[in-house]
């Protein structure tokens, strides 16, 4: 007879994953961005003085002023402020690898950001004799939104998976249960959607279209195309749980989470305040790193699992799911 030994994860052995996805992403956005100002100090001589630095909404023309100095400095800052925040959830939060994925793409995709931000700024305005002739199209704007997300993306698929980490101790004994037979099987499905972030993501994804209409800056329509994407993955989801665990996944299939049955500690009902908690609506992550699927306040499946994580998530009929999950990790221990 053969034994498998199969090393458990214990509350910190995460943080040296979590600090190298923190290093390893912020380094890629400030190396971006200094390359990026310093292209943009090689072009310091073809630029006008002062430069032209906003827009407003249909102004053809520039409506603000600064100089490159006055451009370049709160833009830089704001990367390496975005870059410290993202760190410190990533650092006391990153328990999970989803956490450490969202950490990982948000600050590749804000070094990028950044980036072509200050590239296409300045680009725009080589060899002008007057910023105020300087003009940033639809195209340009889009293109500052779009092209970091594929960087951002590649973050994401090389911070990899939590490993497995099956726990050692039972179930908590005064967990609920639903009685099953020995053999007998069962699957608890339901939908996770509703609450406010479907109203604000119409209103957003509406007033984003008509802008780019009346603006007849065509190429702003990506924007509203994205948010629809983003909202359809953030606000609606399928949950299910089976003799497998515990499976959360968008519409579109991302993002989604999956937590073996015989990671399970314990699941239960929890009242659930998407501000106080977790700060808004969607995919979030809150105090203590745990992650929240938070489409709406009221009860929610709260599922602790070994290494400290655990994730809420706003499901009707919370206690059956929560129920199943614990008799079916029972089983896992068998």
């Not at 090393?7 to 390893?24: G, H, K, M």
């Not at 999950?325 to 029972?330: E, G």
């Amino acid at each position: 007879m053969m034994t498998r030994i199969v090393p458990t994860l214990d509350d910190r052995s995460w943080q040296p994953r979590a600090r190298r996805v923190v290093l390893w992403s912020s380094l890629f956005a400030l190396v971006v961005v200094a390359v990026a100002l310093a292209v943009v100090w090689s072009w310091r001589d073809t630029l006008p003085d002062p430069l032209a630095s906003h827009w407003g909404p249909g102004a053809a023309a520039p409506d603000g002023f600064t100089s490159l100095s006055g451009l370049v400095f709160p833009l830089v800052a704001t990367v390496i402020l975005g870059c410290a925040g993202f760190g410190a959830i990533g650092l006391f939060g990153g328990a999970a690898a989803m956490t450490r994925r969202m950490v990982a793409a948000s600050t590749v995709w804000l070094g990028g950001f950044g980036a072509s931000l200050l590239l296409f700024v300045t680009g725009t305005q080589r060899d002008l004799p007057d910023a105020s002739q300087a003009r940033l199209g639809g195209w340009t704007l889009a293109a500052v939104i779009v092209l970091p997300l594929v960087p951002a993306a590649v973050a994401a698929l090389l911070t990899g998976p939590d490993r497995p980490a099956p726990a050692t101790t039972p179930v908590a004994a005064d967990a609920p249960r639903v009685p099953l037979a020995q053999d007998e099987r069962a699957v608890w499905i339901r939908r996770a959607d509703g609450g406010p972030g479907p109203a604000i993501g119409a209103v957003v994804v509406v007033g984003t279209t008509v802008l780019a209409a009346v603006l007849r800056e065509w190429a702003l329509l990506v924007v509203p195309v994205l948010l629809v994407v983003v909202f359809a993955v953030m606000f609606a989801y399928t949950v299910r749980v089976d003799a497998t665990g515990l499976t959360v996944r968008s519409l579109l299939g991302w993002p989604g989470t999956h937590i073996p049955a015989d990671e399970v500690e314990r699941a239960s009902v929890t009242e659930v305040d998407p501000i106080r908690q977790f700060g808004g609506w969607g995919w979030r992550v809150g105090r203590g790193g745990r992650i929240g699927v938070v489409l709406r306040s009221g009860p929610g499946l709260l599922v602790e699992r070994t290494g400290g994580r655990s994730l809420v998530i706003t499901v009707d009929d919370a206690a059956t799911g929560a129920a199943l999950l614990n008799t079916l990790a029972d089983r896992s221990r068998r």
